[in-house]
């Protein structure tokens, strides 16, 4: 063999020992919902909702959430292992960021008071990932 094949052959086996980060919906749904437990017993109704799917490393994912005034709401993203960092972001009805959570993990949540009846814009950005991974937003609502 000669110098480069040998070098070739070394890359090649150690492309095989990095993790490819598989997506595991399921674990992602698991981890929100273990977050979810604490803001149940401050009386928070948590919704499952269709908040879920794989994304890569820098993709931002956009909803919609009707909020009403005087309520108090939180908003969790759970992830699996190949989630790196993930972030989330809370914005009112005329663009104004109202909060987010940038801390580095692959855990994010916010909870606010609402101060108006409308929508709110939450955006979840899958800030690094080892390859595909997934994320599951839980939305929860405090009040009558």
Aim: glycine share 12%.
């Amino acid at each position: 063999m000669t110098r480069i094949s040998c070098a070739l052959c070394l890359v090649a086996v150690g492309l095989l020992g990095i993790d490819s980060g598989f997506a595991d919906p399921a674990e992602a749904e698991d981890t929100a919902y273990r977050m979810a437990r604490k803001y149940v017993e401050k009386a928070f109704a948590m919704a499952p909702t269709d908040h879920s799917g794989v994304c890569g490393g820098g993709t931002a994912i956009e909803f919609l959430i009707p909020v009403n005034k005087g309520l108090d709401y939180v908003f969790l993203v759970g992830t699996d292992l190949a989630a790196r960092d993930v972030d989330i972001y809370v914005y009112d009805d005329v663009g104004g960021l109202i909060l987010d959570d940038r801390r580095p993990g692959r855990l994010a949540g916010v909870q606010f008071r609402s101060s108006y009846n409308g929508t709110t814009k939450v955006y979840m950005h899958m800030a690094s990932s080892i390859g595909l991974a997934s994320w599951y937003v839980l939305v929860g609502r405090r009040g009558s």
